[in-house]
């Protein structure tokens, strides 16, 4: 009886999560997260360029999966100033939004995977307080696309 208890709590509830706004980047926070990014830009994947892929985490697509996710926040940063509007940003990640919602992923997986990348960059990159509004806001964007995806609302992003 305790294990169906404690499965139907664990039971992802996506209406749980709500959808970030969109807040525009200033200037300034642009430029602080393209210049912290070019920090694990530079060190993540070199440092596990030599790593057998089975110890990375068990599985040979795990490195080509963090690949494509890297090369997204890579895309995105780069356009940060070059698209003011957020249309080619908003393309980009609604593929991945439109690609995660067919597998029914869910918003708890990117709200967990959210903490990590603050964390991760945070600490790599040395941020003080302006680095993680800067970073927050650029998670709001993403996350905001990609939750309109997973709601079911990402006609909104066709170009």
């Known amino acids: 009886m305790g294990n169906v208890i404690r499965r139907r709590a664990l039971r992802d509830h996506d209406n749980d999560y709500s959808n970030p706004e969109i807040t525009e980047l200033s200037f300034d926070e642009i430029e ?22 089975l110890m990375l985490k068990g599985t040979p697509g795990f490195r080509a999966h963090a690949s494509r996710i890297f090369n997204v926040f890579s895309s995105v940063i780069d356009a940060l100033d070059k698209d003011p509007d957020m249309e080619g940003i908003k393309h980009i990640v609604a593929e991945v939004g439109r690609s995660h919602a067919k597998r029914q992923i869910k918003k708890r997986s990117y709200v967990e995977l ?46």
């Open 32 to 53: 602080i997260v393209q210049k912290s990014w070019k920090i694990p830009a530079s060190k993540v994947f070199i440092a596990f360029r030599n790593t057998p892929l």
């Open 114 to 159: 959210r903490i990590i990348i603050l964390e991760v960059i945070s600490e790599m990159c040395k941020l003080d307080d302006d680095g993680i509004v800067a970073w927050s806001k650029l998670l709001d964007i993403i996350y905001h696309i990609l939750f309109e995806c997973i709601d079911g609302r990402d006609s909104q992003f066709s170009q």
